[in-house]
């Protein structure tokens, strides 16, 4: 099978982990509740196609538990669309009665659509839709139970359509939409009305228009004002705000980045309560902007958790840094052995060898300096295939257009204590490009993955 066909392809694939791992586990653990069961599972490496068809297959059928199917039959409407959708605050707020139900209706081409419900809490929105008669257009875009809908929120800026995501699900009882907005500002105004328009359900293209009430549920604030600095004290997290709503923690913070590492990451891995009962993550590192400010660079970034324990005195927050660089770029017909350094660390690749035969360029390179006790052999073999071979004419270019580039290689493993590898290209077919030479041609290497994160001490902040 063409090498590079698999890596377009897959990297056309979204898989949506977080609602997977939440659909599993709601699943697994209802299931036990009837029908306790102990199996023993080997640890095998999958790969993201697979992953990707699981996915599919799990969450479009619904999971055909029966066990799970007669749970969901005793929900209200709205709350099985919360649960079709896997999307645990919105039930958590429904069985509180905490949502706004809606009855907003909108036609367009013949095809009704109405807004059924709405919540907010913790910077999360969460909106749910029927398709009450969808047409033929409509229909034929549906697989695996999906259906597919374009839509623009608020002005259709970039920050608006980022912070959202969108699916669509068809049922016994109907076809229902769901969109979850991260709220892209730091504060919701009273009052606010988010005007969303949907404009195209399958193939069928139309003007669904409509403005959707939305309303900070009631919630604690505790200023934490609490700091905690890494090691080399580049990188500080200043915690300035716990939120605790109705079904969401939401952690405000500001970021300190070095200039060197202005498009670093600083991210929470988890929180725990006060017993040690870790809490699950929603989203982590919406950010509102950074600025450079002096020798350094600052950003205002928010993390969100399920909401924890009434009974919790303080939860732990352990965070953490994704190191960012520039990918490294050489010549092909650079003399070999060469060298690509990091600017960052003392890692480097060389180069040994390189050869071109056969519509294939064989890359012969040997990592030096990295810290392999905190990553493993797949995932160096994973960096490899991520190489690129670029037109040197289009690299200070966005879009590289097809036959101008190679995106991926496979990789082989010479000899594992030396960390030495054989990267292949394939040249030709449909992913290949046209014209070859090594004059013409570089050689990209993402740099950053090699950086194992940064770990910085927990801190332990009080929420009563």
């Known amino acids: 099978m063409d090498k590079q ?122 909106i749910t839709f029927t398709v009450d008669n969808p047409d033929k257009g409509a229909k034929n875009a549906v697989s695996h139970d999906r259906f597919y809908y374009t839509y623009k929120l608020a002005d259709g800026s970039p920050k608006w359509m980022k912070s959202a995501s969108g699916g669509g699900r068809v049922t016994k009882n109907g076809w229902f939409g769901n969109i979850k907005i991260d709220y892209p ?94 809490i699950d993550m929603s989203t982590s590192g919406i950010e509102f902007g950074r600025e450079k400010v002096g020798d350094h660079v600052e950003s205002a970034e928010r993390s969100i958790f399920e909401k924890i324990p009434d009974s919790a005195e303080f939860i732990t927050i352990y965070p953490f840094v994704r190191l960012s660089e520039k990918p490294a770029i050489v010549k092909l017909d650079e003399k070999t052995p060469f060298e690509m350094k990091s600017t960052r660390s003392d890692f480097k690749i060389i180069v040994n060898h390189i050869q071109h035969k056969n519509q294939r360029l064989i890359v012969n390179y040997t990592l030096q300096n990295v810290d392999t006790k905190h990553i493993s052999m797949d995932e160096l073999i994973n960096f490899g295939e991520a190489m690129n071979l670029t037109d040197s004419s289009y690299m200070d270019q966005d879009i590289v257009p097809r036959g101008h580039n190679v995106k991926g290689s496979t990789v082989k493993v010479l000899d594992k204590e030396k960390l030495q590898f054989e990267g292949t290209f394939q040249l030709d077919g449909k992913y290949g490009v046209e014209n070859f030479s090594l004059k013409d041609y570089v050689l990209e290497v993402l740099m950053s993955p090699y950086h194992p994160n940064k770990t910085l001490p927990p801190v332990q902040i009080k929420v009563k």
């Not at 509740?33 to 790969?47: D, L, M, N």
């Not at 990707?52 to 799990?58: D, L």
Request: charged share 25%.
């Open 185 to 278: 500002e730091k504060e919701l105004p009273p009052n606010t009305t988010l005007p969303i328009t949907i404009t195209s359900i399958g193939e069928t293209r139309g003007f669904w228009k409509f403005d959707i009430p939305v309303k900070q549920l009631e919630n604690k604030k505790i200023n934490s004002k609490q700091s905690v600095s890494s090691e080399d004290q580049q990188h500080t997290f200043n915690f300035e705000n716990i939120t605790i709503g109705k079904g969401a923690t939401t952690i405000d913070y500001k970021a300190i980045y070095p200039l060197v590492g202005e498009n670093d990451l600083a991210r929470i891995h988890k929180i725990t309560d006060d017993k040690g009962n870790e």
């Open 5 to 126: 066909w698999v890596n377009d392809e897959i990297n056309k694939i979204e898989v949506p982990r977080e609602e997977l791992q939440i659909a599993i586990k709601k699943g697994v653990n209802r299931a036990k509740q009837e029908k306790p069961t102990k199996r023993k599972y080997k640890r095998r490496k999958i790969a993201w196609l697979a992953a990707a068809s699981v996915c599919i297959g799990v969450l479009g059928s619904g999971f055909v538990f029966p066990q799970m199917n007669r749970v969901l039959a005793e929900v209200p409407l709205i709350g099985k669309v919360y649960d079709y959708f896997h999307d645990t605050m919105g039930q958590n707020l429904f069985a509180s009665k905490l949502v706004t139900e809606l009855n907003q209706q909108a036609v367009s081409n013949g095809v009704s659509v109405t807004m059924k419900s709405v919540y907010y809490d913790g910077g999360r929105i969460g």
